[in-house]
Every structure is written in C-alpha cells, then in structure tokens.
C-alpha cells in the first residue's frame, strides 16, 4: 500500500465550498413580478384568399383560428365541428355542441341571421359570441351589426358584439 498524500479532508472540502458557490447564487438578487400589461395579441387577417376565420374559447375567452384552403360558405359547420386535434393539443375549445341540423345564414343592412335546426335556448353567452364573430367575419361586416341566432326552441340577438382580431 501506498501512503496518502495531502490532506484526507480536501474532497469534502470542495464539495463544501462548490454547494455554498451554488446557495449564495452568485450575488443575484431575487425581485418582485413586474406587471407589464395584457398578454401580446396578433391581428387575424380575414377571410379573403381561401381561408376561414372560425372563433373558438381559450384561455383567455373567444380566440380566432384561421383555417386555410376553405371557402367561407362552410364557416358554420366548421365552427360547430369543433377544434382540429392540433388546435385541441395547443389549448382550443369550443362551447358549442355538435351541428344536428342545417345550418344557414342571411345577410341584411346591419343584421346577419343565423337559423339552426337544433335548440340554441342553451347556448351559453360565449358559444353564441362564438357564432357571431364567426359570421361576422365570414360576411365581413363592419360597423354596428346585430346577430340574431334562431333555433327550433329560441331566439337570440347580440348587439352590438365586439370580436378579438
């Protein structure tokens, strides 16, 4: 065997020492949450050059999703078909129940009309907001423009309706 050389302590001693480096931090001190304000918005062009501009919920209420290579003609059903699989994995939902009847919509000075063929008396305030900005967008009105949503059970207006871009 071969006598030691150097003291017996130096691995723990270093050990020591690289923990105490790591604890203090370097000298950074923590602060506090800064506010900066609302999260960051991206303006969604319309639906003009084969896409659609459908509006489901997430996080943070009613979110546009544009669907490309689709005319603007299937707007509601594909509004009512729900999110994609990859929409669903990044966090998009919808408040609307699957389309069980036809779906139509007309267009008149200040107003678009929605008939559905299935109750809309249920519809919550964000599923009915989530159609409305949905037409909105597909007609391209601009202005103060009423909503009517007519259901085998109910009707219902929104006016005026305002819609994230």
Same mark, same amino acid.
């Given at each position: /065997? %071969?006598?030691? #050389?150097?003291?017996?302590? !130096?691995?723990?001693?270093?050990?020591?020492?690289?923990?105490?480096?790591?604890? !203090?931090?370097? +000298? &950074? =001190?923590?602060?506090?949450? &800064?506010?900066?304000?609302?999260? *960051?918005? !991206?303006?969604?062009?319309?639906?003009?050059?084969?896409? #659609? $501009?459908?509006?489901?919920?997430?996080?943070?209420?009613? /979110?546009?999703?544009?669907?490309?290579?689709? +005319?603007?003609?299937?707007?509601?059903?594909?509004?009512?078909?729900?999110?994609?699989?990859?929409? *669903? !994995?990044?966090?998009? %939902?919808?408040?609307?129940?699957?389309? %069980?009847?036809?779906?139509? /919509?007309? $267009?008149?000075?200040? /107003?678009?009309?929605?008939?559905?063929? =299935?109750?809309?008396? +249920?519809?919550?305030?964000?599923? =009915? %907001? =989530? &159609?409305?900005?949905?037409?909105?967008?597909? #007609?391209?009105?601009? +202005?103060? $423009?009423? $909503?009517?949503? &007519?259901? #085998?059970?109910?009707?219902?207006?929104?006016?005026?309706?305002?819609?994230?871009?």
């Amino acid at each position: /065997m %071969r006598p030691r #050389t150097g003291p017996a302590g !130096a691995p723990a001693a270093a050990a020591l020492l690289a923990a105490t480096l790591l604890a !203090a931090g370097c +000298g &950074i =001190q923590s602060t506090d949450v &800064i506010a900066v304000g609302g999260p *960051a918005t !991206a303006h969604v062009e319309g639906s003009e050059g084969g896409s #659609t $501009v459908l509006y489901f919920t997430g996080p943070d209420g009613l /979110m546009p999703v544009v669907r490309s290579g689709r +005319g603007v003609g299937p707007a509601l059903p594909l509004l009512f078909a729900g999110p994609g699989k990859a929409e *669903a !994995a990044a966090g998009v %939902r919808t408040e609307l129940p699957p389309l %069980r009847g036809p779906a139509s /919509m007309s $267009v008149a000075e200040g /107003m678009v009309t929605v008939v559905l063929g =299935q109750e809309v008396g +249920g519809l919550s305030l964000l599923a =009915q %907001r =989530q &159609i409305a900005c949905t037409v909105l967008r597909a #007609t391209a009105r601009g +202005g103060r $423009v009423q $909503v009517t949503i &007519i259901g #085998t059970d109910a009707r219902s207006s929104i006016s005026p309706i305002a819609c994230p871009d």
